[in-house]
Structures are given as C-alpha cells and as structure tokens.
C-alpha cells in the first residue's frame, strides 16, 4: 500500500523500474562479457587477465571497450559452442541407437549358441522372450 500512496509517485515508481531494469541489464552484459572471455580458447591467459582487471577497475569503460573490440563474434562463438554440442550429442545418440544389439541380433546369436550346444533350448527360450520383450 505504500507504492501507491501519495508520498510515492507514479513517476518516481517508473524511474525506480527504470534503474532496476538498467541495473539488471548491466550484470547481465558482465555475466556475458565474463562469460565469453573465460569460454575462449583463442586468448591467452594473460589476455583474459588483463580485461577482467579493466573490467573491474573500470567496470563501464572495459565492459563496453570488450563489447566494441570483440562484440561481433560473440553470436559466432556461442552458435559454434551450440553446434558442437549438438553434434557431440547426436554423435551419442547414433551410437548407442546403432549397436548391434537389436532383438534379431539377440535372437540370432542366442540360436547360434543353441546350434553350438552351448545352451538348452529353455534358455534359448528365455533369452528369445527377453530380447522380443525390448
């Protein structure tokens, strides 16, 4: 009940949302900056030294100087950290999709084993019901 009483007006309630906003906009550019300067492998150690010391020490100056020098490849380097665990992802999911564990290569080889005497034909059974079962 206090915001809307007459002590608080309407405009100073917007130019508080104003500064919160501006606030959370600004750690959200260091977490970007931050974050795209520690994922980097291209810049040496000392690079990434030396701009989270600018960043610090002169918080508005580094973090808009990084976003003017290396801004442009941000996007490029996040697309290419996103492709690559994509295809990481996709590389996992082939092979374990595509190992010769089917129900027929189940079957097929618990067969073989049968033709071998290596197992009776109730085991030959159980393991036909359990791969049918998959």
């Known amino acids: 009940?206090?915001?809307a009483s007459?002590?608080?007006?309407?405009?100073?309630l917007m130019?508080?949302?104003l500064v919160f906003f501006c606030w959370i906009a600004w750690f959200w550019l260091l977490f970007v900056t931050f974050g795209d300067l520690f994922r980097r492998a291209d810049v040496s150690g000392w690079a990434k030294a030396g701009?989270?010391?600018?960043?610090?020490?002169?918080p508005f100056v580094g973090v808009l100087l990084y976003l003017c020098t290396q801004g442009r490849n941000i996007l490029e380097r996040q697309r290419a950290r996103e492709a690559a665990g994509r295809r990481r992802f996709d590389d996992y999911v082939r092979s374990v999709s595509t190992s010769d564990t089917t129900g027929a290569a189940q079957i097929a080889e618990a067969r073989r084993l049968l033709?071998?005497?290596?197992?009776?034909?109730?085991?030959f059974q159980a393991l036909k019901r359990k791969a049918l079962a998959r």
């Open 115 to 123: 033709d071998e005497g290596v197992i009776d034909d109730a085991e």
């Open 51 to 58: 701009w989270t010391v600018l960043v610090i020490v002169l």
């Open 15 to 17: 130019w508080t949302m």
């Open 1 to 3: 009940m206090a915001l």
């Open 6 to 12: 007459a002590e608080y007006p309407f405009l100073n």
